[in-house]
């Protein structure tokens, strides 16, 4: 089904409603509740991250599905092997990076676009988050198959005619 949206405030309200939904997935996840919340915390940044990579951690549950997810999470024989893994990416190479890189350049469907990366980028903080997780796949080999997932998308640049189209294929 292809939705087709011409007017300025239904193009914003399809785009705050998409926003929401895809930056509240994880909302009602078993990792944000009971005894995974407490072993993992908001943010993850807990020793149980580690034991989860090195397959250390046993999840407290009888959910066939989440002990999978954990199993999922370990580093793989490959990662674990590899003496030759990058190094981490160290913040100032972090900034200097998006500083250099041009707003308009495409980006994913799954995250914020480059010039998000680039604001991010100015302020220290924020590029601390943004670097531990960016990092993760330095560090573990991982790369889940929705990060392997591009979309080409071409706009209109008709000041008169604005057009969001939303196919349902985007993989928002």
């Known amino acids: 089904i292809t939705t087709e949206y011409h007017d300025k405030i239904d193009i914003e309200k399809q785009l705050c409603k998409e926003n929401q939904r895809k930056y509240q997935l994880s ?23 580690k034991a989860t990579t090195e ?27 590899d003496k030759h893994q990058l190094s981490p990416i160290t913040l100032s190479e ?21 010039s998000q990366y680039k604001a991010v980028a100015t302020d220290e903080a ?8 960016v990092n993760i796949p330095f560090q573990t080999a991982y790369s889940p198959i929705r990060w392997r997932k591009a979309l080409d998308l ?11 189209v939303n196919s349902g294929q985007s993989g928002c």
Not at 98 to 113: R, V
Request: proline share 3%; aromatic share 8%.
């Open 94 to 114: 972090f900034q200097q990076g998006w500083k250099k890189a041009k707003a308009k350049t495409g980006s994913n469907t799954q995250g914020p676009g480059y």
């Open 154 to 164: 071409m706009l209109q640049k008709n000041k008169i005619i604005m057009t969001l």
């Open 55 to 81: 397959g250390q951690y046993s999840p407290k549950t009888d959910n066939l599905v989440e002990r999978e997810w954990f199993k999922l999470m370990q580093k793989s024989n490959i990662a674990t092997q």
């Open 126 to 133: 924020l590029s601390t988050v943004e670097l531990m997780l």
């Open 27 to 49: 909302y009602n996840t078993p990792i944000l509740q009971g005894q995974l919340l407490k072993d993992f915390g908001t943010t993850g940044l807990t020793k149980h991250s």
